[in-house]
């Protein structure tokens, strides 16, 4: 049984438009992060959050928000899509050293 | 500032062989160390990590990985490898104390050959 989900699976959205990324959890963790992945760059960290209500920018927030209404649901915005924000993103809880992490998902801005 | 380099981007063994993927980190204080592993298509799955204590550390499916502080290492390693381990797998170092900042290594290729 997954612990940490992620919707949708994959996503096409057009330049300018608004995409939002919703990852669940059922691992009662307080830390949740975003994070992209992307050839020749590895993984890196977008928003994380330390519980309900609360965000805090990573490495490369720009461009990005997040939202934490609840302990299971934390949120990945993009308010205005471009085409370099394309990657696939993933969703983790736990802490920093032990995440557990969602399937991901494939975000293709044209 | 952390920072983890995996030197080697490809690997390639038969099943059965015994393989090392090497991880080398570079940071003053204390540190975790952990590795994970992604499937293609997948998110990565946590395999192991290392704090204090014992240097060699036992994970999931036959894992394990040595730190070394002289060296500034912290290899994974598996004795007898089969075809489902064919994978990419990360070296992530955080610091011990404070922050939030988790660096992941560029990641190794795995590719078991029948």
């Known amino acids: 049984e997954a612990a940490v989900t992620q919707s949708p699976r994959n996503k096409v959205a057009v330049t300018g438009g608004k995409v939002t990324l919703s990852c669940n959890q059922t691992?009662?963790?307080?830390?949740m992060y975003w994070y992209r992945q992307d050839t020749g760059h590895g993984l890196r960290l977008i928003h994380y959050?330390?519980?309900?209500?609360?965000?805090e920018k990573g490495d490369i927030p720009d461009g990005y928000k997040a939202s934490r209404p609840s302990q299971e649901n934390f949120s990945l915005i993009l308010e205005l899509a471009t085409p370099s924000q394309t990657s696939v993103y993933f969703c983790a809880s736990g802490n920093k050293y032990e995440q557990y992490f969602g399937p991901g998902t494939r975000l293709t801005v044209l | 500032t952390q920072t983890v380099s995996q030197s080697d981007a490809h690997v390639t063994v038969f099943e059965g062989d015994s393989v090392e993927l090497r991880c080398n980190y570079s940071y003053g204080g204390s540190i975790y160390l952990s590795w994970y592993i992604q499937h293609h298509g997948r998110g990565l799955q946590f395999l192991l990590k290392?704090?204090?204590?014992?240097?060699v550390v036992q994970g999931v499916n036959g894992f394990e990985a040595e730190f070394s502080k002289s060296d500034s290492s912290f290899h994974l390693r598996k004795a007898s490898v089969h075809w489902s381990d064919s994978a990419v797998y990360f070296c992530a170092v955080s610091a011990g104390t404070g922050g939030y900042k988790v660096v992941f290594g560029s990641g190794t290729r795995l590719l078991v050959s029948p």
């Open positions: 691992n009662n963790h307080n830390n």
């Open positions: 290392y704090y204090s204590g014992n240097p």
């Open positions: 959050s330390y519980g309900a209500g609360s965000t």
